[in-house]
């Protein structure tokens, strides 16, 4: 009984780990996915609705010109008053625009609004199959998916009409925006401001809007420069707190996140603040605006129900005076890709942003979590393979844990050792429990034995688990990152099945029975890991004791196959440092008497 204590307790702790995976993920991600399918299902009805109208009419739905009015709090409508779905390609082609071919983004910047509405990932797919369509960030908002950046001014009377959602911009310079040749747009309005926009972007993912405002009017102008992340409609997200997908921002000192359904019942505004950024993050991709770090800023996380639902990250700046004659420098910076650890990293440093760095949700455990991706990271980059590397990290945890895991299994050694003498103080005893207690205790103080030392590892181990697999699910270095063999995406689950004999038979396996070979190998192991000490004389504990890996395996079936990997490695190293310790300890290893003992035909009871 005691012997097993420890074990107990940590399947006690596991099963918790997994009911929570259960319930705070799978849950919400298979409803995620049912409502998915309907809205598929509605969008592509909607779709074929509207192309029927226009074949009727022989005129497609175009929407209202920004007035630059101000609505919705200080900033200028966002131009489409009247839902409307287009295709991309449709909407693309309504508008002048300027391309964007950079080692990484490929997409136009809409010279309407000098919006960034159209943006894809060169180097990212949306599967693992290489000919599948890489991933979209950025679309315009007349398509069902719309979704872009904009930078503007709003101003006084005295300011004219300020650069707003429908402001037409002249190219001035440059024909095409890379990492090598920014593209300089112009506006001036009717008060003989001009407004000279000089967009750069470098090889990854942040663009730099640099302006010069120029008065050549008779009177001084005051106007407050805004930038917005806009979402038409609500992305599909799992409703799961693994993982925060939403607005998020530093304003001032403070780190927001907010859900979509949080900003939904409520606006969300902060207190005037100087420095930091906000925007709008996904569990891979992210779009952030970056004010001047000098100068206070109001920012609100808002939806609106106007014409075409949507989100909004936005800010506007303290106003700044020109006097005739005068101009002044605003630079603003727009962070658009993916949330790849090494750049993110780079830019907090480069351009001085406030941690930049928790745009990647890290969790409660930072502190554990981000060492944890490095070290994985520095064998990835020796290797050349993240399977290998989570094997590597393993060893290495494990090596830290040796002198916590060595008491643990020293304490269950001790507690072999002194099986016979608490046999012994039992039939002494008999049903005197409190006497027995005693001298358990007396026992243990005089065998100089803590019963509790065991528990101590598992605890301690825990947040290592969690921040294992905070690295697999959110990092995108893990996205379609293969291993070996048939596993081509850590992130993803084990995509064999027992059920179809792996593949070899013609149909895919349910859902509920889906079991792959890792998460078998990870019960096996976990198998081994129990075996290492004798089966509970008590007949329910046994039964527990012997269905648990059958358990584990199905409800591991579902988790990312590199962390399966993970679990299936660290029972192995377990195993084998346990059998080390207790031969230190001079207890014997009953792994293989054990298994010998299952298969061992039972006495039959004497009558």
């Given at each position: ?426 039939k002494k005893f008999g049903d005197d429990k409190m006497g027995l207690q005693q001298a358990t205790m007396q026992l243990y103080k005089e065998e100089k034995i803590n019963p509790i030392a065991g528990c101590w ?151």
């Open positions: 009984m005691q012997n097993n204590r420890n074990y107990f307790i940590a399947i006690g702790l596991s099963v918790l780990i997994v009911l929570a995976w259960q319930f705070l993920y799978m849950n919400p991600r298979i409803e995620a996915q049912r409502k998915a399918d309907e809205l598929a299902k509605a969008q592509q009805h909607t779709t074929q609705q509207a192309q029927t109208g226009q074949a009727q009419t022989g005129q497609a739905q175009t929407p209202a010109a920004g007035t630059g009015a101000p609505v919705n709090g200080s900033l200028p409508a966002t131009g489409q008053s009247t839902p409307t779905v287009e295709t991309v390609d449709e909407a693309l082609a309504k508008t002048p625009r300027v391309i964007i071919d950079t080692p990484a983004l490929t997409g136009s910047i809409n010279l309407v609004g000098a919006r960034l509405d159209d943006l894809k990932f060169k180097n990212y797919h949306e599967t693992v199959d290489k000919s599948s369509p890489i991933v979209t960030l950025f679309a315009p908002a007349d398509t069902k998916d719309g979704y872009f950046t904009e930078l503007g001014y709003v101003g006084d009377a005295a300011a004219g009409t300020a650069p707003g959602p429908g402001t037409q911009w002249k190219l001035a310079s440059g024909d095409k925006l890379t990492e090598k040749t920014p593209v300089t747009l112009t506006y001036t309005n009717d008060k003989g401001v001009t407004f000279s926009r000089t967009i750069s972007v470098d090889d990854h993912y942040m663009f730099t809007v640099a302006d010069k405002i120029s008065n050549a009017g008779q009177a001084p102008v005051a106007l407050s420069s805004y930038g917005r992340v806009t979402r038409y409609n609500k992305p599909l997200v799992a409703s799961t707190y693994v993982l925060h997908e939403g607005f998020i921002g530093v304003v001032g000192d403070s780190l927001l996140e907010y859900k979509y359904a949080a900003v939904e019942k409520e606006n969300v505004a902060p207190p005037r603040a100087t420095g930091g950024w906000l925007g709008i993050t996904d569990k891979y991709w992210a779009a952030t605006m970056v004010p001047p770090q000098t100068g206070a800023y109001d920012a609100r996380f808002s939806h609106f129900t106007d014409g075409t639902p949507r989100f909004q990250a936005d800010y506007k700046q303290e106003a700044v005076t020109i006097a005739p004659g005068q101009s002044v420098d605003l630079k603003n910076l727009v962070f658009a890709g993916a949330k790849e650890v090494p750049v993110i990293d780079q830019y907090e440093q480069t351009y001085s942003i406030p941690r930049f760095d928790r745009l990647i949700d890290w969790g409660w455990f930072y502190f554990i979590t981000k060492p944890m991706f490095k070290l994985m990271d520095f064998f990835y980059h020796f290797f050349g393979n993240f399977g290998v590397a989570i094997l590597c990290t393993t060893i290495v945890v494990k090596a830290l844990f040796f002198p916590l895991a060595s008491k643990q299994y020293a304490s269950m050694a001790n507690m072999k050792r002194m099986q016979p003498k608490m046999e012994e103080l039992k590892p598992i605890a301690f181990q825990i947040p290592i688990f969690f921040s294992l697999y905070k690295v697999i699910y959110i990092t995108i270095e893990m996205r379609h990152a293969p291993f070996f063999g048939w596993i081509r995406d850590l992130s993803a689950p084990d995509p064999t099945s027992i059920v179809n004999l792996f593949g070899l038979l013609p149909f895919a396996a349910p859902t509920v029975l889906h079991l792959g070979v890792w998460p078998l190998i990870m019960g096996v192991t976990m198998f081994l890991q129990m075996r290492m000490n004798p089966t509970p004389p008590d007949p329910t504990q046994a039964m527990i004791f012997n269905w648990m890996p059958l358990i584990f395996m199905f409800m591991l079936s579902s988790f990312p196959a590199g962390l399966v990997i993970y679990w299936a490695w660290n029972n192995t190293l377990s195993v084998i440092q346990q059998s080390i310790i207790m031969k230190r300890h001079g207890v014997k290893v009953e792994l293989f008497d054990n298994l010998k003992g299952l298969f061992r035909r039972k006495p039959e009871p004497s009558k």
